[in-house]
């Protein structure tokens, strides 16, 4: 019998168990990748929220483009 393992389940059940405070039902329902996900442990940029998405408007105006024949004044 093999002693190495693909994933840390101690460690993930310290996350899932303890940080995240799951139910035993709940953790071992979970994929290892949902687990990580809901830690906020995956390699994805956060999403942009509002007072980013301001930012970023202030920062980079839409201009009027030019105006084309039939728009409204």
């Known amino acids: 019998m093999s002693t190495c393992s693909a994933f ?3 460690g993930l ?3 899932g168990l303890g ?3 799951l ?3 709940q953790f071992w329902a ?3 990748v949902e687990l990580i996900v809901m830690a906020g ?3 994805q940029p ?3 929220l509002r007072a980013r998405l301001e ?3 202030q920062a980079f105006p839409d201009t009027p483009s030019r105006r084309v024949k039939g728009d409204p004044e």
């Open 55 to 57: 930012e970023l408007a």
């Open 8 to 10: 840390d389940w101690p």
């Open 46 to 48: 956060a999403p942009c």
């Open 13 to 15: 059940m310290r996350l």
């Open 19 to 21: 940080r995240l405070g």
């Open 41 to 43: 442990l995956d390699d």
């Open 30 to 32: 979970l994929t290892p």
């Open 23 to 25: 139910r035993p039902d």
